[in-house]
């Protein structure tokens, strides 16, 4: 008897990990009078934390942005990169507005919005560097930081497979190894480069180059990440995405951080 | 003499019938693993094992021998950290003290950070000492931080061991007229390991897991490639792999220390 129930139990156990593993809600029923958005706070000049530790960045005055026209109630919280896409789908928070391209990979995991940027990866090297060009031959042997869990970690190992590519957890690690003479190369966004060469603590280094972005690695520019059936704000988004590029409160932020356009090409059919 | 002599133990009592809550403790544990392993054949995707069995195995190789060299190292180290320890001298006392009191009372992370990118700071004074090749390495700052830290935890080990060796056995060596050489390594210290190898197995356990933090250092461990698979697949089996592989290294570890144990003590059983 007492087995029976044992057994009963593990079932239901079971049963119930099971219905939590494949639940997919859809939030039509849902009420999106406030939003809660995750980011990383450690990506420069996209997001980051200031010195009174605001959020701040090209990433958050976007989402605040969208949240104003949506006439939607945001806060932000900061996740670690890693964790990212485990704590939208945990429901630690609603949206991701990190820098996240929209990729093949992690659409099996959540969807995202149509793109709110797009700019090409870069490679930075330390200025008496002897590297005179971003290719496999020039970088043979060579190390290259990127952050982990990165589009750009992973165009680099496709991209120079006979280098040797080493990851850090955030961005500003990578920044102090090839300070520090450890790393002959950088991988990243470029305006992240770019902005990180032109301060105080990128002295030490030069932009070596931009890079094409292979759009099956870096699929299609970034976007807003959100849970896969939660079609209502996905579409809130993707209206209140178009309204600010045409009100000129895109424009305005972009400007406010970048002196060329972000937005990239217009997506081609959507 | 009667059969109630009141110096004789009591007879061991029957071993009692499981009572409802230990039936229930037991019941949540079997439902739990029954649980587990109905999820994990339900998740369980082979592909990937082609995708990522290689690099768990050279992961699991950098575990072993990260933690196996650094254990030696560690080890050698911790000689003279004991002496210094159980020293008359005042100042030998005081260092060694010093060295233990650091390393056990500060967190592994934060001296695998000191050393990485701390020690990265004074690139040029390594490099004029000729030491910059080791700090320039992760594996080797690992090493480094993981040695010093287990070096004072198997200074106290040691310590322990050898003051819990009577002090007849150092009296009976002297009237034999040997020097305090010789009493120390050939009656002393094989005395003091027998009673120091739970302790050392212990250590290597904790090691085992506590080398995982060297994956945040670049160091592509069992955890830093079991990082990597993730970061591709977002999928939470990669860690339940990492899990099994580490269980298995204990496992395997508590078997071998039954094992000496067994064969190091033939001379105690009777």
Known sequence: MRLVHTIALAAAVSAILAGSAVAQESDAGKDWSTVKIGTEGAYPPFNFLDAGGNLKGFDVDIAQALCDHMKVKCTFVTQDWDGMIPALKNSNFDAIAASMSITPEREKQITFSNKYY??????????????????????????????????????????????????????????????NGRLDAVMDDVVVLTEWVKSKEGACCKILGTLPADPKIYGKGVGIGLRQGDDKLKAMFNKAIVAIRQDGTYKKIQDKYFDFDVYGAEPTAQ | MSGNHPFIA???????????????????????????????????????????????????????????????????????VALGRMATNKLARGLAFAFVYFFRGTPLIAQIFLVYYGFGEFRGFFESIGLWWFFREAWYCGLFSLA????????????????????????????LGLSRTVIFFKIVIPQAMVVALRP????????????????????????????QAYSRTYDFQTYVWAALLYLALVEALRHLTNFAERRLTRHLRR
């Open chain 2, 200 to 227: 050392y197995a212990n250590e290597i356990i904790l090691m085992i897991k506590a080398s995982a933090i060297v994956a945040i250092i670049t160091v592509y461990d069992l955890f830093g490639e079991t990082r």
């Open chain 1, 118 to 179: 797009q700019t090409p990866p870069a490679i930075a090297v330390p200025k008496d560097s002897d590297i005179k060009e971003a290719t496999d031959t020039a970088l043979k042997g060579k190390t290259i930081g990127a952050q982990v869990s990165t589009t750009h970690a992973q165009a680099a190992q496709a991209l120079f497979p006979d280098a040797d590519i080493k990851q850090y957890p955030t961005a500003e690690e990578y920044k102090l190894d090839i300070e």
């Open chain 2, 10 to 80: 009591a007879p061991i009592a029957p071993r009692q019938p499981l009572k409802i809550a230990g039936l229930i403790a037991i019941g949540v544990w079997i439902a739990a693993a029954i649980a587990f392993a109905v999820y994990f054949t339900h998740v369980f995707d082979a592909t990937l094992i082609e995708r990522f069995g290689w690099s768990y195995l050279s992961g699991l190789w950098v575990t072993v021998s990260l933690v196996t060299v650094s254990f030696l190292c560690g080890a050698i180290v911790s000689l003279p």
């Open chain 2, 148 to 175: 010093l830290n287990t070096a004072a935890y198997q200074a106290e080990i040691l310590r322990g061991a050898i003051e819990s060796v009577p002090k007849g056995q150092w009296e009976g060596g002297r009237s």
